[in-house]
């Protein structure tokens, strides 16, 4: 069954039944949304709507769950990606007004939603403000660019694989709102201490705590003169004033540079970046209830990785992981997919050499067992683990020069379809073309100094180091793009295993190729094999019948810092 939705009042909305060819039944307009929806799910189906954030977390929030769902906004923007039009408005007015030839409206401002426990607006749902000229209502627009999405989808070469990047797509959306609204848990208490001892007490009425003052006065005695440690224009100056010429005050700059000031300064940037990120401030704003709640962005990147709004929950360091403790009686089972890029690439390239090293299992008695860059030097590197993964770093990356140059050309020799299947996206890259992945997720177009079609007298030189550039990055999309897609597979798989398990196992993290579960510790192990099983079904929907193997390492901790 298929239900296209759109909320429309403070609590209510309409909602149709389509049948299989798309057809409405006839809208039918319900005061309560919520109640609507959650009678209709356990009958299964998908829900169509304009944008999974705006529909589902109100529904959400009043414990209504969606098992499949069929996002319009995110779908307009992989098909406009597909045609090279990457970046264009996705929302539900813009699709109807593409659709009828009309002015394409912009998308909304995108804002950083209100936080947990901070007011919020008493209506369930926000008021529509998406003009329609010429729809009878709203939901006539949802049915009718959902009508064209498939039919759009339909005329693709592979629209059975775009199916399903447009249903694990919308999928990750659902677990997004899930994740942001279950947080994860996290000890106030603990990260409060660990920032005292690296930081000292909190300061009073701001400043800089005592560490971080007493860093900047050894800076200063450093250079013998006065200098503000936070503005790289600052330290630039003060570098070039003491006779040491920098052009960037970035930590691998700085740490060439043989001077009294640079040990304090590496130290200092260190934990400034931990009090501005992760400090005081961050605990107020963000951990509330003994959770930390960030608003996920699934597809925010051009690959399909995903963000965040706030909170920067994809790059928590590892100084305050100690915070993320598991409650009393649950624990943390963490699973991180190890060497996804290189064996995504002997997947997707089917190198007969390349899958078998990949395709070693870890109990195996063989070189490299259950390690790819030990397999691979078993094979061609003479057993040095570093150059086979400088080789295939640089193969992945476009490294041409240095060790990694001269390494590559023994991979070539050895993995000639693997070296290949990335040198042909780069080609394609420095042509200005457009490469995609295996499900179809497309880069997005040459800029005009990619394509070297710049502005007369632009230099050749660097027009050239564009192309090489673009290059570059298409050589790397074809392989990342396909392993967001392999790790939004398996957190859609896993998604439903876990609501199988019932109320004692949670998803509270996701990033790249990690997945974080918080589940009652009796239910650790049957998590785990969840887990391994949604990794073994996104293998096998997205490379089919492959010898290459997606191991993980998995480790049920009470802390989240114990799994590194």
Same mark, same amino acid.
């Given at each position: *069954?298929?239900?296209?939705?759109h ?22 307009a319900?005061?309560?949304? %919520?109640a ?11 829900w ?11 529904l ?7 098992a499949?769902?069929?996002?319009? #906004? ?12 990457w ?21 909304a ?22 003009e329609?000229?010429?729809?009878a209502?709203?939901?006539?627009a ?20 775009f ?22 848990p996290?000890?106030?208490d ?13 300061p ?23 200098v ?6 600052d330290?630039?100056r ?12 970035r ?27 992760n400090?005081?401030?961050f ?17 925010a990147?051009?690959?399909g ?18 915070a ?22 002997a ?6 050499? *390349?899958?078998? %090293? ?6 195996? #008695? ?5 390690? *790819? ?16 993964k ?5 193969? *992945? ?69 564009? #192309? ?11 392989i ?10 398996l ?20 990033q790249h ?22 990794a ?11 010898p ?16 590194k």
């Amino acid at each position: *069954m298929w239900w296209a939705v759109h909320p429309d009042r403070e609590s209510g909305g309409d909602l149709t039944e389509l049948d299989a060819a798309g057809v409405p039944a006839g809208p039918v307009a319900v005061p309560d949304l %919520a109640a609507a929806v959650a009678d209709r799910e356990p009958a299964g189906g998908r829900w169509i709507w304009p944008d999974t954030p705006d529909c589902y977390g109100p529904l959400h929030r009043r414990g209504v769950r969606v098992a499949r769902c069929h996002d319009l #906004a995110l779908t307009e923007t992989l098909l406009l990606g597909y045609d090279g039009r990457w970046g264009e408005p996705r929302s539900l007015a813009a699709a109807w007004a593409r659709l009828h030839d009309l002015p394409v409206p912009d998308d909304a401002p995108v804002t950083v939603a209100p936080q947990p426990g901070r007011p919020t607006q008493p209506a369930l749902f926000e008021p529509v403000a998406d003009e329609l000229p010429g729809a009878a209502s709203p939901l006539d627009a949802v049915v009718a660019v959902y009508a064209d999405q498939r039919r759009r989808i339909a005329a693709l070469p592979a629209p059975e694989r775009f199916r399903l990047l447009v249903a694990a797509e919308s999928a990750g959306a659902l677990a997004a709102t899930e994740l942001g609204a279950v947080g994860l848990p996290w000890r106030a208490d603990v990260h409060d201490r660990l920032l005292t001892e690296l930081l000292g007490p909190r300061p009073v009425g701001g400043g800089r705590p005592p560490v971080l003052a007493g860093l900047a006065a050894e800076i200063e005695a450093g250079f013998g003169f006065r200098v503000n440690p936070d503005s790289p224009a600052d330290l630039v100056r003060a570098f070039r004033r003491a006779g040491v010429p920098v052009t960037s005050t970035r930590a691998y700059v700085v740490r060439q540079v043989d001077h009294p000031a640079v040990p304090p300064l590496l130290r200092y940037k260190e934990l400034a970046r931990l009090h501005s990120a992760n400090g005081w401030q961050f605990l107020a704003d963000w951990v509330i209830g003994g959770r930390f709640r960030a608003e996920y962005v699934a597809g925010a990147v051009v690959s399909g990785r995903w963000g965040t709004r706030g909170g920067g929950a994809l790059q928590i360091p590892k100084a305050v992981r100690r915070a993320v403790v598991a409650d009393p009686g649950w624990a943390l089972v963490v699973a991180d997919a190890g060497q996804l890029e290189p064996r995504v690439l002997a997947a997707v390239s089917g190198d007969r050499g *390349m899958s078998a %090293a990949a395709g070693i299992p870890a109990d195996a #008695a063989a070189p490299g067992a259950g390690d *790819m860059y030990g397999a691979l030097a078993a094979d061609a590197f003479g057993g040095d683990r570093q150059k086979a993964k400088i080789a295939l770093l640089a193969a *992945m990356y476009g490294g041409t020069s240095g060790d990694g140059g001269a390494l590559l050309g023994t991979l070539r020799r050895r993995f000639p379809d693997a070296v290949e299947y990335v040198e042909s996206a780069a080609r394609v890259g420095e042509q200005g073309g457009l490469v995609r992945s295996v499900l179809g997720r497309t880069c997005p177009p040459a800029s005009a100094a990619w394509s070297g079609t710049g502005e007369p007298g632009e230099a050749v030189s660097t027009s050239a180091a564009s #192309a090489r550039a673009r290059g570059r990055f298409t050589r790397n999309f074809v392989i990342q793009a396909t392993a967001a897609e392999w790790a939004l597979l398996l957190l859609a798989d896993l998604r439903g295993r876990l609501h199988r398990l019932g109320a004692g196992a949670e998803l509270v993290f996701f990033q790249h190729d990690e997945v974080v579960v918080h589940c009652r510790r009796e239910l650790a192990g049957e998590v785990t094999a969840a887990v391994s099983a949604s990794a073994e079904e996104a293998t096998r929907l997205l490379f089919g019948s492959t010898p290459v193997l997606f191991p993980l390492d998995i480790a049920t901790v009470d802390c989240y810092a114990d799994a590194k």
